[in-house]
């Protein structure tokens, strides 16, 4: 997985830089590239690479890739071991874009198609005794799951290059995602099948809203936040276990993910080509996970690590 993530890393950096190259710097503002590194040692890549085709239409290709592990004890069972492997991609198409202002103050308005997958492996065992049955039982539950549609995208940037401090604003709104998931499901020894079921269904808006800032320290050092908030709805059905624990059984799954990170970046100012700049920053990730049926809501939090370049921000 590490040579994998590293070899998409080296191909989005050369792609990236070679359509740089020829760039003009002023439409680099909207550019980034990192590699980000979790508490885990996860590396994963993150970019968007904006393409100009005039001074106020663009379009832009962005990829996210995240990774969350966790292990815990089941609920009800002390002599438990429950494992969690969650792996999300996200591939963003900026169709098209208008960009309109001046050098102090500049908005764009957009559409994008994006596709998120998520690859959900829960695994582990438990002691079951019920009068019924006294044994171990090892679970292993694989989920794919792909929200797929098309958005609205706006930002607003204000602050002169040459000025101490520059702001941006950005939002994307989906308000029509489709949901396709598959599921295998098994429960060894107590069920002898394998529980299987796909489904797909509307969702929920999706939205995104990310806030920006740089501020020049000094003429080699610029400091910047880098706040980011996202609500993701995932509503399908899913194959469970019985109460009777000898078969499955079907539910619907409605859960409300949230992401919020917060951010700090250090930029170097000296450009690599064409206003790209070296940058190193940490932050801090929690994703919420609300299940709006039952009650109740899981966080996962991981600190981030990131190296890589960037435009304005």
């Not at 996202?230 to 509503?235: D, M, S």
Request: net charge negative.
């Amino acid at each position: 997985m590490l040579k994998y993530k590293t070899k998409i890393f080296i191909s989005l950096l050369a792609f990236c830089l070679t359509g740089q190259i020829h760039a003009n710097p002023e439409t680099s503002d909207r550019f980034r590239l990192d590699l980000r590194m979790d508490d885990n040692g996860n590396l994963n890549p993150e970019s968007f690479t904006p393409i100009y085709w005039s001074r106020h239409w663009f379009s832009g290709l962005g990829f996210k890739e995240n990774t969350l592990l966790s292990q815990d004890t089941l609920d009800g069972f002390d002599d438990s071991k429950f494992g969690t492997s969650i792996d999300e991609s996200v591939l963003r198409l900026n169709l098209v874009s208008y960009r309109s202002g001046n050098e102090s103050f500049h908005y764009s308005i957009g559409g994008d198609y994006q596709r998120t997958s998520i690859d959900k492996v829960e695994f582990g065992y438990f002691h079951l005794n019920n009068g019924v049955i006294d044994d171990y039982i090892a679970f292993d539950n694989k989920v794919e799951i792909e929200v797929a549609g098309f958005s609205m995208r706006g930002d607003i940037t204000w602050g002169l290059p040459s000025d101490q401090s520059r702001y941006r604003f950005s939002a994307i709104l989906s308000p029509g995602n489709s949901l396709d998931v598959s599921q295998n499901t098994d429960f060894k020894p107590i069920v002898s099948t394998s529980g299987i079921g796909s489904n797909s269904n509307s969702q929920d808006i999706n939205y995104f809203l990310q806030f920006e800032t740089r501020h020049r320290l000094s003429n080699s050092i610029s400091i910047g936040l880098d706040l980011q908030y996202e609500v993701l709805p995932l509503n399908y059905d899913a194959q469970i276990l019985s109460p009777t624990v000898d078969s499955f059984q079907t539910i619907t799954i409605d859960n409300t993910e949230t992401t919020t990170r917060v951010g700090l970046r250090l930029f170097f100012n000296y450009p690599l080509v064409n206003g790209l700049y070296p940058v190193i920053g940490i932050a801090n990730e929690d994703v919420a996970t609300e299940d709006n049926a039952n009650g109740g809501t899981t966080t996962e939090s991981q600190k981030i690590v990131t190296i890589g370049f960037s435009g304005q921000f």
